[in-house]
């Protein structure tokens, strides 16, 4: 099976051949340089940057693959959730493509592609000892959540944000440190050499039985903070400054998902999304996850988003015959407790709360 997996459903346009769960290609094109002046997604210059990129980024896929349109298995397109701008811009080249090469096609749901990061693999690389069941705590600039993956097709919301997503809290935390978009690495660039214990800033934990998450009580911490306590050019009181922002972030990220992961009993938890790659976020999930939980946290190329994780779920989507035709549309806003169950074991998605 060779699926060509294409991802437009925020601000990378990214388009990836995978074969038998080994992914050939995987370009991704960003757009940094667009939104950083607005220090964040402006939905409308994503669209027209998507339709600018996506046939260069399609063709280069292929062309680094070293595979011809003609031998793809399928072609499979992120459907939601995300900007319907970018929905649609990848939307209807898949539907192009597959219309043109009668192969089938596939939309996935964007949540299901980034759980299936743990299992991409590149050319000669051996698998990560990642399987079913998992926890996976997916947090990225427009999401956060946890869920238990029990197995492919069959996932439990375990809890997700009420407010912000954890990349918006870094970005808006960004914002008020001056710092430049996108505010993630910013942020974590800042904090080293930074004091972690310097300010002690709130932990909204929430109920401790349950698994969400709030960001915005911290946010307003930090601007109450940087009100009193401006750090001015004193360096090393802006870098505690991040760090002490970084690790209240971080170790509500953490704790909440070993919470998680002790309440279902699940001894194995994925970490993805452009915010699994803070160097400080996966040092703290190793040091409390060790030795009884196992962390996966894939290269960072799998961990944002990519369109080699979506042609890793149709590949499993088509194995068990789902395909989609021209009706298909893109979904915005797509629970997961909407997603089609697969055909084995039918069981659907329930929602624990
Ligand atoms: O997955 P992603 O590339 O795109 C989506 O939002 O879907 O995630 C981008 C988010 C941004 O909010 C960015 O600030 C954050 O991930 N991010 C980070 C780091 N790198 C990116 N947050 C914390 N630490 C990082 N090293
Ligand atoms: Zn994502």
Not at 6 to 14: A, K, L, Q
Not at 60 to 75: H, K, M, P, S, Y
Not at 156 to 174: P, S, V, Y
Not at 262 to 277: F, H, M, Y
């Amino acid at each position: 099976m060779t699926i060509l997996g294409i991802e437009s459903s925020c601000d990378e346009t990214s388009a990836a051949i995978v074969e038998e769960g080994v992914v050939l290609s995987n370009v991704v094109q960003g757009q940094v340089e667009v939104h950083a002046e607005y220090g964040g997604v402006v939905p409308e210059l994503a669209s027209r940057a998507h339709i600018h990129n996506i046939y260069p980024v399609v063709s280069e896929a292929l062309q680094r693959a070293g595979r011809q349109a003609a031998q793809l298995t399928a072609i499979a397109v992120t459907a939601g959730p995300g900007l319907i701008g970018g929905l649609l811009v990848g939307l209807s080249v898949a539907k192009g493509l597959a219309l043109a090469l009668q192969k089938p096609l596939l939309g996935i749901h964007h949540m299901e592609g980034h759980l299936m990061s743990p299992f991409l693999r590149r050319v000669g690389e051996a698998e990560s000892g990642c399987t079913f069941p998992f926890v996976a705590l997916l947090v990225s600039g427009g999401h956060s959540l946890l869920l238990h993956a029990e197995a492919f097709g069959v996932y439990t919301l375990l809890g997700q944000t009420r407010d912000d997503a954890a990349g918006e809290a870094f970005d808006k935390g960004a914002r008020l440190l001056g710092l430049s978009y996108p505010g993630g690495p910013a942020i974590a660039a800042l904090a080293e050499g930074g004091d972690r214990q310097a300010i002690r800033f709130p932990r909204a934990w929430l109920d401790r039985q349950r698994f969400d998450f709030s960001f915005s009580g911290l946010k307003t911490a930090l601007r109450t903070h940087l009100l009193s306590h401006p750090p001015g050019d004193d360096r090393q009181a802006a870098r505690d400054i991040a760090a002490s922002y970084q690790e209240a972030l971080v170790e509500v990220l953490v704790e909440k998902s070993l919470a998680a992961c002790r309440a279902v009993g699940c001894r194995r938890l994925l970490v993805a999304g452009g915010v699994g790659a803070n160097q400080r976020l996966r040092q703290l999930l190793q040091e409390r996850a060790s030795p009884r939980i196992a962390v996966f946290a894939p290269p960072l190329s799998f961990c944002t988003d990519n369109g080699a994780m979506i042609a890793l779920a149709a590949a499993e989507r088509l194995q068990r015959g789902a395909r989609h035709d021209a009706a298909l549309t893109v979904r915005p806003r797509w629970p997961l407790s909407e997603l089609p169950p697969v055909p084995v074991g039918q069981q659907k998605v329930t929602l624990v709360r």
